[in-house]
């Protein structure tokens, strides 16, 4: 595919934890990172963060926020992505689709596993760092 496509990512930290899973398949399994997919035809943004939240682990989320935009490039697959922070409105964060996740975690924010997805990677820049558009890392 010769065509950017959209990802959307949602960051819920609480007590300076940040909830994280490994991926299960896939190109990136065994790489961390947060609620996330790509955006389907017709969906909002703030839509597609909320389905993710409900496929991926299982919860509600709410007071979504833009946190940053990014393009990236790997490989043979550009994506412009879209990242939210976000608070857990209703339900504890579960395996709700454990062909795609291995697992979710609250992670002290400055002690991260690794290896760490590139969106995840600048969605944390950003949140550390204020800037929107986190195209330089």
């Known amino acids: ?6 990802g959307v990512g ?4 609480r007590d300076d934890r940040v909830l994280m899973a490994k991926r299960a398949r ?5 790489w961390y990172g947060w609620i996330g997919g790509k955006l389907e035809f017709g969906e909002t943004l703030q839509d597609c963060a909320r389905r ?3 496929e991926e682990a299982g919860v509600e989320i709410a007071n979504l926020r833009l ?7 790997v490989e043979d697959q550009h994506w412009i992505d879209v ?3 976000a608070d857990i409105a209703r339900g504890e964060p579960h395996t709700a689709a454990p062909d795609e996740i291995d697992g979710w975690t609250w992670c002290p924010i400055d002690q991260l596993p690794s290896p760490i997805f590139e969106p995840a990677q600048k ?3 950003a949140y550390r760092s204020g800037r929107l ?4 890392m």
């Open 1 to 6: 595919m010769n065509e950017p496509r959209v």
């Open 10 to 13: 949602v960051m819920i930290v």
């Open 26 to 30: 896939g190109r990136w399994a065994g």
């Open 52 to 54: 993710e939240a409900r």
């Open 67 to 73: 946190l940053c935009l990014s393009s990236i490039i």
């Open 83 to 85: 990242e939210f922070l």
């Open 123 to 125: 969605a944390l820049e």
């Open 133 to 136: 558009l986190n195209d330089e």
